[in-house]
């Protein structure tokens, strides 16, 4: 199968022409990344969801929530090494891929696509791996809160806690000292371990290892694995066919804007 080379211009072509509202800087950066993996995805046949506020923003504002800084989405994790090979292929020098088990000094236990003149922390796409999870309840609760909170005592090692929420600051501080015992590269095999324990395609339910949502975002797997196409601030990108069943596991009263300011639409998609 032949690549064709992603053109920046066609995209910023589409984007001008097609879009309804004014962005901000960082979104009209963050539209041309998700157009780059939505062009790969394409060309390589590789699935792909927009995933998380992500598909929240696709379905209440037909675009990014108005005070979104990133995106989210979704990627087998059985198909992650042939996702991170058509990225790279051809990857537009403005842009930096994050690998998360390869790249030095970056800790999320997920792969990120930034651009390269700014941080990673600046305009970016989180990639979160779609992973298996246990049969039964009780095996699937133990699984999923073995991952949840496995991650945030990791995470505890490289947060910095001028920037933390002061009641979680402490809490941080102690839980630190304790998770510099695990060396970083042993971090990230216990983490690949937890990824790959449990075979997607033989799970009833899913999880994504870096989840902030705990078991809301453990769900029956055919809720996300059939997708649709839907506008997506000019141009079009893939979300759950049954959004609005991901919607409310995740958040309730998706609908219901956290904060001012918003678009408001009336139907969410099927």
Known sequence: MIFRPFEPRKVERRV???RTKALSERQQRLLHLAAYIDAVCEEHEIWYSLAAGSVLGAVRHR???PWDNDMDIFVKNKDMA?????????LPAEFKYYAWDKEPKYHPAFDRLAYSDASHY????????LIGVPEGVIKRRAFVGLCFWSYKFFRCKHVDTGHSNPRRAKLIGLLKPMAYVFSDSLIKRIQRRMMEKYDLETSSH???YASGYGMRTCMPKELVLSVQRVPFEGIELNIPLHAHEYLSRVYGDYMTAKREGYKVIDKYLR
């Open 16 to 18: 001008a022409e097609k």
């Open 63 to 65: 675009g990014f929530i």
């Open 82 to 90: 042939r996702f991170r090979a058509a990225v790279l292929t051809n």
């Open 122 to 129: 600046d305009a970016h796409v989180d990639i979160f791996p």
């Open 206 to 208: 899913f999880y994504y």
